[in-house]
Every structure is written in C-alpha cells, then in structure tokens.
C-alpha cells in the first residue's frame, strides 16, 4: 500500500470525512463584541469591508471547511479580487501554487509538490476544494506558512542561533517580536499542559519563539502579498490559535500597516469562549449544524 492509500485508509479508520463536495450545513452567527446574534448575509456584508479576514479553523473539522469554503464563495460574489492565504503550503513551494493555478501541473503534483501530506498531514480533501476554487476563478493563492525545518531549529536552539539558510522563509529577527506579556501568558498555560510541569524556562522560551515566528512569518506573507496587490482583499484559513484575540498574526499584520481593517472569525469554538483582559476571542464566532 503506498503511502497515500495508506494516509486515506488511516483517516478513514479514524472516522475522519473525506469530502470531494461542500457539504451543506446551517449556521448561527454571534458576535461577542456586540453580544447579539448575526444573520450570515448581515456579517458577510461586514467581512466585505474588512482588508483582511481570519476563518480560524480547527483542523479536522469538515464543518469548519465547509463553512470557509460558503464564506469564500459568498465573498467572491461581492469581490472578485480575493485571495485565499493558507497556512497548509509553506513559503519556499510558493512557485508550484502558482504553477497549479497557471494550469502548467496538475492537482496531484502540486500535493507531491508542495510536500503537503508529509508538512500538513490531514486530509488533502479537507482543502483542496479551496485551490480548486481558485484555479477555477483565477485568485491568487498565498502560501502563508515558514518551513517545518526551520521552526523545528528555532524550538531546539532558539531564534538567534538560527543558520542564513533557515532565515530565508521568515522575517528578519529584528521584526520578530516576542514582547507581548499576555500572548506569552496564554502560550505557557498551553505549554504547562503539554508538558505536565516537566518543561524548563529555557525550552519554554525556545516553544514561544517558535510560536511567534509561525505567526511573524504568516504576517509577514499577507503584508507583502498587500503591498504587492493593494486592490485585493485576503481571506485566511489558519488554525483558531494563530488569531484568537487578534495576539498571532492579527496584530503583526496592524503592526506593520497602519490602519488596516481585519476581522476574526471563529469556526464552530467553544460556546462559551471567555474575553481575555476585556478583550473578546474574534469578531465572530459562525456555528455549523447538519
């Protein structure tokens, strides 16, 4: 069984969904800064004045996709001059993205390509109704992510021991922040729980680099991507974690353009998400029912 059959055969011993179509599913719409109840069309009319949006997903939930994918498309109506940023293909296999779209390989070998199952590993279906989407509709695809090689060196021996090589795919250090006491805050009570008390204050910094620089690195693509193609608008498909009260990427891409518009949109999370210091998780959460 090659490795593929074998990923398939794995994922669906697991229960996992693997769609080659949208699945149809209704949906609730909160917003925790209002405190009130949205309807879809209502928020999609506010989605489309924003520069930038987050539908944070959490990765193995088919609902959460297809939701992404509704939102894409109603979007797309309103604007056709999107693009959708992934955090699921990585900076240096930019170019096969682009070859896909261009028509020149074909969806099998931009997953060979791009390394997808051995750099993201869930299911292929889960996402490429989106780089379907695009090629069909001639939008830009972002690859969002820095490498694994290099967020591995960074989490084993920190970021200034970083080689030139492994800086090719992220920002210069001096961009890199890790500054902000309440994402730390919230990364080292994820970081306690994993490690069960077992970490020390010297892997912990080396985890929380490696944090940051996944979401200085994710900024940093949608900000060049912006600069390049300012009449465009970015949605972005990333992990809940990254944009949750606007401490990954959110406020690394405001803190390099000055008074650009983003809005967060949470995927099927917890009913009853807490604010942080005031602070609500997301513009939106956007709940999915069958």
Not at 37 to 55: D, F, G, H, R
Not at 193 to 210: I, L, T
């Given at each position: 069984?090659?490795?593929?059959?074998?990923?398939?055969?794995?994922?669906?011993?697991?229960?996992?969904?693997?769609?080659?179509?949208?699945?149809?599913?209704?949906?609730?719409?909160?917003?925790?800064?209002?405190?009130?109840?949205?309807?879809?069309?209502?928020?999609?009319?506010?989605?489309?004045?924003?520069?930038?949006?987050?539908?944070?997903?959490?990765?193995?939930?088919?609902?959460?996709?297809?939701?992404?994918?509704?939102?894409?498309?109603?979007?797309?109506?309103?604007?056709?001059?999107?693009?959708?940023?992934?955090?699921?293909?990585?900076?240096?296999?930019?170019?096969?993205?682009?070859?896909?779209?261009?028509?020149?390989?074909?969806?099998?070998?931009?997953?060979?390509?791009?390394?997808?199952?051995?750099?993201?590993?869930?299911?292929?279906?889960?996402?490429?109704?989106?780089?379907?989407?695009?090629?069909?509709?001639?939008?830009?695809?972002?690859?969002?992510?820095a490498p694994t090689e290099t967020i591995r060196?960074?989490?084993?021996?920190?970021?200034?021991?970083?080689?030139?090589?492994?800086?090719?795919?992220?920002?210069?250090?001096?961009?890199?922040?890790?500054?902000?006491?309440?994402?730390?805050?919230?990364?080292?009570?994820?970081?306690?729980?994993?490690?069960?008390?077992k970490g020390n204050s010297s892997d912990f910094e080396r985890f929380f680099q490696a944090q940051?620089?996944?979401?200085?690195?994710?900024?940093?693509?949608?900000?060049?991507?912006?600069?390049?193609?300012?009449?465009?608008?970015?949605?972005?498909?990333?992990?809940?974690?990254?944009?949750?009260?606007?401490?990954?990427?959110?406020?690394?891409?405001?803190?390099?353009?000055?008074?650009?518009?983003?809005?967060?949109?949470?995927?099927?999370?917890?009913?009853?998400?807490?604010?942080?210091?005031?602070?609500?998780?997301?513009?939106?959460?956007?709940?999915?029912?069958?």
């Amino acid at each position: 069984m090659n490795s593929r059959k074998l990923v398939k055969f794995c994922a669906l011993s697991l229960g996992l969904i693997l769609v080659s179509t949208p699945i149809a599913y209704a949906q609730r719409v909160f917003s925790p800064v209002q405190q009130q109840a949205y309807s879809s069309p209502a928020v999609l009319e506010e989605l489309a004045k924003a520069k930038v949006i987050y539908l944070g997903e959490t990765h193995d939930k088919p609902q959460d996709h297809a939701a992404q994918l509704q939102i894409i498309q109603a979007l797309h109506q309103r604007n056709p001059r999107i693009a959708i940023a992934m955090e699921m293909f990585q900076r240096p296999f930019q170019s096969y993205i682009d070859r896909y779209l261009a028509g020149n390989i074909n969806e099998e070998d931009l997953r060979d390509r791009t390394e997808y199952d051995e750099r993201w590993g869930f299911p292929w279906e889960y996402y490429a109704p989106f780089v379907r989407f695009a090629k069909d509709n001639r939008l830009p695809v972002i690859a969002l992510n820095a490498p694994t090689e290099t967020i591995r060196q960074v989490a084993r021996r920190g970021l200034e021991r970083l080689s030139r090589d492994d800086r090719r795919y992220i920002p210069p250090i001096s961009e890199i922040r890790t500054d902000d006491p309440a994402y730390r805050q919230v990364i080292q009570e994820i970081y306690e729980q994993s490690h069960k008390g077992k970490g020390n204050s010297s892997d912990f910094e080396r985890f929380f680099q490696a944090q940051v620089v996944w979401d200085e690195t994710m900024a940093d693509s949608i900000v060049r991507f912006l600069q390049a193609n300012p009449d465009y608008q970015v949605v972005v498909l990333v992990g809940k974690g990254h944009v949750a009260y606007g401490y990954g990427i959110p406020s690394r891409v405001a803190r390099r353009v000055d008074g650009i518009v983003q809005r967060t949109i949470l995927l099927n999370p917890v009913e009853d998400t807490p604010a942080i210091n005031n602070t609500p998780a997301a513009d939106f959460f956007w709940f999915t029912y069958q």
